[in-house]
């Protein structure tokens, strides 16, 4: 008997072992009547620890000078639109974005939790309901699933920072779970596991895939003809995705030209950036990237470099105080590991994916689970902000060259008509997929969930 009290025979060990590769979906289900999808994918791009706002994307050179960023607004391409100097590259191509200065995380016991706040992004709904909710990643996966087969409809790269544990797939199957690369894609002889063979010629392992779909068997957990077809759909994806030589060229970074390859820079945050584009290129619904600069002896004091600049956020190197701090373990904000490697990636993602006519259908979200606070504190940083930061988006028909809201004069709080909320933004991507949020998902006891039914989309955006 195996573990799972099946008999141990050859026909289940074959069964277990073909489901055993793979577990996402092959098949969708329709969109919305009537909608045409402005975007066939999404891209996000989650910069972990809370950005600061003033230092990026909302400048304020009037704020009180003990408490104003170091750093001069410049001009951008677009009139009327100013970004820090950290920001010089990504300046150059504001013709693309739209900045949305007007966001705004009003629920209470979620603003000091980093934890909480990566859940919240993940999955455009506060934590804690009755219901775990599942990412919109596996939201999307669910409705609408692949239009790659030989690729998972939801991949996270790296997924391996401290708020890993925060992707959930609540109430939906496991086959709608996101897929991490792990590792660390800017090393030499970066791979992605459980891409390959493990040693099985790939006549042998086609023999034996031939022999299996020839047998006449029940497959364990099919409890019906349904569940069957679908898990021998996932058997099949299965074979396709490790038999099919486009599944590594999606990850294979060395493939792309070296000049590229040095335009995204060749650090972690870069080639993490390039791969995104990558996969979009090769077909993936829904990709996450969630990354930093790891700990490395170019830059000391460096353990983990998340945005969360409680101290010395303006240091020129480490932001380790004396006395230690919630802010220790990253370098300052204008560092190369920090804005540097970030604005540099950002605008060569941007250009690339233009380049390649991959924005038209692509949208991509540039977002942080929260702000940072208008006034510096008594250890040189900022905190944490919820009343007010920016997110920015591009592609699949976003308006390029806009401003969204506006702050006050020190950046803390909304000003403008409108404020938009996380479930808004949730809201914004499934509009933007053609997902139909008036039909409900049903939880294994039958309950109707709506996505993001606290959600708007934000008009601006459309």
Known sequence: MTAFGFPRTRRNFLAMGALGLSSWPL????????????????????????????????????????????????????????????????????????????????????????????????????????????????????????????????????????????????????????????????????????????????????????????????????????????????????????????????????????????RYGLGHRGQCYLLGRKLIESGVRFVTIDCREPASPMFPGGGNMNWDHHDHIYSEKDTNIKGGGPGSGRWGIQTWPMMGSTDQAFAALLDDMDGRGLLAETLVCFVTEFGRTPRINDRKGRDHWTHAFSFAFAGAGVPGGQLVGETDREGGYIVSSRAYTIEDYAASIYEKLGIDRGEPMRTPGGRPIYPAKDGHPIPELF
């Open 27 to 262: 098949a969708a289900p329709a969109l919305a009547a009537g909608k045409k999808p402005a975007a066939k994918s999404v891209l996000v791009l989650f910069e972990q620890g809370g950005v600061s706002h003033l230092d990026t994307f909302d400048p304020k050179p009037d704020a009180p000078a003990e408490h104003r960023s170091p750093f001069k607004p410049i001009p951008t391409r677009v009139p009327g639109i100013r970004f820090t100097e950290l920001l010089g590259k990504t300046a150059g191509h504001v013709g693309k974005l739209t900045i949305v200065r007007c966001m705004t995380q009003p629920k209470q016991g979620i603003g000091n939790s980093h934890p909480k706040g990566s859940q919240y992004i993940f999955s455009g709904e506060a934590p804690g309901g009755p219901e775990e909710m599942p990412d919109i990643g596996s939201v999307v996966s669910h409705r609408i699933g692949t239009h790659a087969r030989h690729l998972p409809p939801y991949v996270m790269v790296p997924g391996t920072s401290e708020q890993e544990y925060n992707t959930k797939i609540g109430f939906l199957p496991t086959q709608h779970r996101v897929f991490k690369t792990g590792g660390r894609p800017h090393e030499p002889g970066w791979i992605v596991p459980n891409l390959s063979l493990a040693g099985v010629a790939p006549q042998r392992f086609k023999d034996r895939a031939d022999l299996l779909s020839s047998l006449d068997v029940g497959i364990p957990g099919a409890e019906d003809a349904r569940d069957a077809k679908t898990l021998a759909s996932t058997r099949d994806q299965a074979e396709d995705m490790l038999t099919n030589l486009a599944t590594r060229r999606a990850f294979d970074l060395p493939s792309e030209p070296a000049k590229l390859r040095e």
